[in-house]
């Protein structure tokens, strides 16, 4: 197993469920969105819809709030044959408005981390995440974490050649990456898959659309939480 420290020239960080909280608060506005919709299906009826939906909407909408947004007005209309009242999709954008405001309070031994990461001066540190743009960099600003980062990338997906266009921006080589997140579908497999390493920290709750089988790797490191990093890296 190789040296971290000396091998790894560009630390890149996800953002939602890595740097803060983020699935935790789709999850409460699906279970209330479930109660508007509660005449047309049970809870689990219309989680299922809106995902079905959600997917198929994802090649135009890509990630993000806004296209959660349109996705469950979408769903809401479907299920309901189009008897949804207008007051009802009122409320229903209103719901997915609040996810435009979230607070980006850092995780637990976020800012402790970034900030001893900081002061090593060994490596360049950037917020690669996916998602809608605005969205994401209000998220950031509103975290407080903007300093501890050479720069954002926000892309709409997180793929192989994503992951290239990264390093290259960086001027680094692929296997001098090093990946830091919480879904092993777009923040492990892609990155291993270029020949960058890879530290996976599971956080308690996950979106349907990331779960993906997962496999040991020589260049995957699994931690309990962003505070042992320091560890890996020392």
């Known amino acids: 197993m190789r040296d971290l420290k000396e ?8 953002a939602d469920d890595t740097l803060w909280d983020c699935q935790s608060h789709f999850a409460i506005v699906e279970r209330e969105y479930a109660r508007i ?34 996705s469950l007005i979408e769903n809401a209309v479907a299920m309901s044959g189009g008897r949804i009242t207008g007051g009802d999709i009122g409320r229903i954008v209103a719901l997915g ?4 405001e979230l607070p980006g309070s850092p995780l637990p031994g976020v800012r402790a981390t970034l900030h001893w990461l900081r002061e090593q001066g060994c490596w360049k540190m950037v ?22 980062f050479d720069d954002v990338v926000i892309v ?11 390093c290259a921006r960086f001027g680094c080589e692929t296997d001098e990456l090093l990946m830091v997140g919480n879904s092993f ?26 779960v993906t089988r997962e496999y040991a790797h020589e260049r995957l490191w699994t931690l309990r939480g962003i505070a042992e990093l320091p560890a890996l890296l020392s």
């Open 7 to 14: 091998n790894i020239g560009l630390l890149a960080f996800d």
């Open 37 to 70: 919709l509660s005449d047309y299906g049970s809870e689990s009826e219309v989680s299922e819809s809106l995902f079905a939906v959600e997917t198929d909407n994802m090649a135009l909408l890509g990630y993000g709030c806004k296209a959660f947004i349109i």
């Open 97 to 100: 408005k609040t996810l435009l």
């Open 127 to 148: 917020v690669f995440t996916k998602g809608e743009l605005l969205d994401q960099e209000n998220k950031l600003h509103r975290s407080g974490l903007r300093d501890f």
């Open 156 to 166: 709409s997906d997180k793929t192989p050649e994503t992951y290239r266009q990264l």
């Open 185 to 210: 579908r777009s923040d492990v497999e892609p990155a291993l898959q270029v020949g960058g390493s890879a530290v996976h920290i599971p956080f308690h709750t996950e979106w349907q659309h990331e």
